[in-house]
């Protein structure tokens, strides 16, 4: 049974997915504030975060930035619906995904299903993958670029796993929803494209300077091929 985190203030919300996640084998212990949040979180014992951004004692994005700066647990983000802005910072942050308020839990058990099926390994592809300095071990969920160690939450590391599959040709932003976020593709959600912009920051350009992530207006993204003699 999957163990999940909800950081949230609402206590009779919590009450009701309590009951509604453990229906659907879960197991949930909830937290009302962001330093107990924190606290937990870093705890290493869930599969999964649930957060809210309006938290006492230390709001949702102070909380996602100490997770992140310690641990890559998996994080979903609780925005107030139709505030673009929350949903594209928690992003921005390192939240594997978002959910606006309010909402109804079969949508909440369908993405944390999603989520977590981005952080488990594809046994039937080959698990090795590089191009230049930079290299992907799927089966250690590990990368490095030039040697070192780099850190991705779990959408951006399936986020490159899948474009450098395809390293010198071009993904659709609709094959890359699919396949990383496991949802259908919508045209108002740009959340696949803030995935790509922190994943390029991330990785940083080859020794010439060229990016190692492109963009195809109109079409999606493709790794380039390292320059000759890099």
Do not use: W
């Amino acid at each position: 049974m999957e163990k999940i985190l909800l950081v949230d203030d609402d206590l009779e919300l919590c009450d009701l997915l309590r009951e509604y996640l453990e229906a659907e084998g879960f197991s949930l212990d909830a937290v009302h504030d962001g330093r107990s949040g924190v606290d937990r979180a870093l705890q290493g014992r869930y599969a999964l975060a649930v957060l809210d951004i309006m938290l006492p004692v230390m709001g949702g994005f102070d909380v996602l930035r100490e997770i992140r700066s310690r641990s890559s647990l998996p994080v979903l983000m609780l925005t107030a619906r139709g505030d673009d802005i929350d949903r594209i910072v928690g992003l921005e942050m390192g939240a594997d995904d978002y959910l606006p308020k309010p909402f109804n839990p079969r949508e909440l058990v369908a993405r944390i299903r999603a989520v977590l099926r981005r952080g488990r390994v594809d046994e039937g592809a080959s698990s090795l993958l590089s191009a230049g300095d930079l290299e992907l071990d799927g089966g250690a969920r590990a990368v490095r670029v030039g040697g070192q160690p780099l850190e991705l939450t779990s959408v951006e590391f399936n986020l490159l796993e899948t474009l450098l599959r395809s390293a010198g040709q071009v993904v659709a932003r609709e094959k890359l929803v699919l396949q990383v976020l496991k949802r259908p593709y919508s045209p108002f959600d740009r959340s696949i494209d803030v995935h790509v912009s922190n994943l390029r920051k991330k990785l940083g350009s080859y020794g010439d300077g060229s990016e190692r992530i492109k963009t195809l207006r109109g079409e999606g993204y493709f790794f380039a091929l390292p320059p000759e003699g890099i």
